[in-house]
């Protein structure tokens, strides 16, 4: 890419950005590390929808852009799609010098789950709301107990039993 980025139009921009998350030599990096199901030509065309509805996500570095996609990658977290599991999110770094939009990769909480399922560790994730008069009892240590027994007799709505 070349180095006069702050002349061209936002348009301008994001076509030159698609023509190199595009070439040969992204498309081969991206291949050598990507999970086996997903391809780094989808990635990347979900890159270039982000391009356009996420604000100052053209304004980042290439290779900054290229990295969250190469991270997504290894992650195999598809970004910005409707299932939340991660997003390219652009960041303006004041420590250069000028200042410049950089993009990251942020999991998102889906993704969280979806990385502990895959890695075997955890068989299942749930989450659950704990009230004040509920009996709630948590212990760590060699035998680790969790227990909940929801109190059903004083309502949900009663601001005598908030959410703890």
Do not use: W
Not at 34 to 47: C, D, M, N, S, W
């Amino acid at each position: 890419m070349s180095n006069q980025t702050t002349a061209l139009t936002a348009t301008e921009r994001q076509s030159e950005l698609k023509r190199y998350l595009t070439s040969a030599s992204v498309m081969t990096a991206m291949k050598s590390i990507a999970a086996k199901h997903v391809t780094p030509e989808r990635l990347v065309r979900i890159a270039c929808v982000a391009l356009s509805r996420v604000p100052n996500l053209a304004a980042c570095e290439p290779g900054s852009l290229v990295r969250a996609l190469m991270d997504a990658s290894a992650l195999g977290l598809e970004p910005n799609t409707p299932l939340a599991l991660a997003d390219l999110v652009p960041y303006l770094n004041n420590k250069t010098k000028p200042a410049r939009y950089e993009a990251q990769l942020q999991v998102r909480y889906g993704g969280l789950i979806q990385l502990a399922i895959q890695s075997g560790a955890v068989d299942d994730i749930y989450a659950e709301v704990v009230r004040a008069r509920d009996h709630f009892r948590c212990v760590r240590g060699t035998k680790q107990v969790l227990e909940h027994e929801p109190n059903f007799a004083v309502r949900a709505d009663d601001p005598s039993n908030p959410i703890i």
